[in-house]
Nanobody, 123 residues
Framework: QVQLEESGGGLVQAGGSLRLSCVVS????????MAWYRQAPGQQRDLVAS???????SYGESVQGRFIVSRDYRKKMVSLQMNSLKPEDTAVYYC?????????????????WGRGTQVTVSS
């Protein structure tokens, strides 16, 4: 069974930094893209940053230049370094991973989500 577990959320003042991490557990899952999404109350879930199997990263416009996504392939981990945080960054942050799950002799494309971690930025 594949699971994603986030850590590192919390409360920080505007201008501060936080680092989120997410570890993927489970066997037979060949990860392609890992990403972070966020969802503020009453709003849709939006992409924050993603990084694919070739270490190509992309960012949402609102976090470009402030956040850095990185990946440890051996540890099956993705991290998000968040700098110069703003109150509008307050949200629940979700880890995401997609890839191929081996099922018997074949594979199936799958997507997984973590449960989310709260990030609150005070003004």
């Amino acid at each position: 069974q594949v699971q994603l577990e986030e850590s590192g959320g919390g409360l920080v003042q505007a201008g501060g930094s936080l680092r989120l991490s997410c570890v993927v557990s489970g066997k037979d899952f060949n990860i392609n893209t890992m990403a972070w999404y966020r969802q503020a109350p009453g709003q849709q879930r939006d992409l924050v940053a993603s990084i694919n199997s070739g270490s190509i990263a992309s960012y949402g416009e609102s976090v470009q230049g402030r956040f850095i996504v990185s990946r440890d392939y051996r540890k099956k981990m993705v991290s998000l370094q968040m700098n110069s945080l703003k109150p509008e960054d307050t949200a629940v942050y979700y880890c995401y991973a997609d890839g191929l799950l081996q099922i018997g002799p074949g594979h199936r494309a799958m997507e997984y989500w973590g449960r989310g971690t709260q990030v609150t930025v005070s003004s």
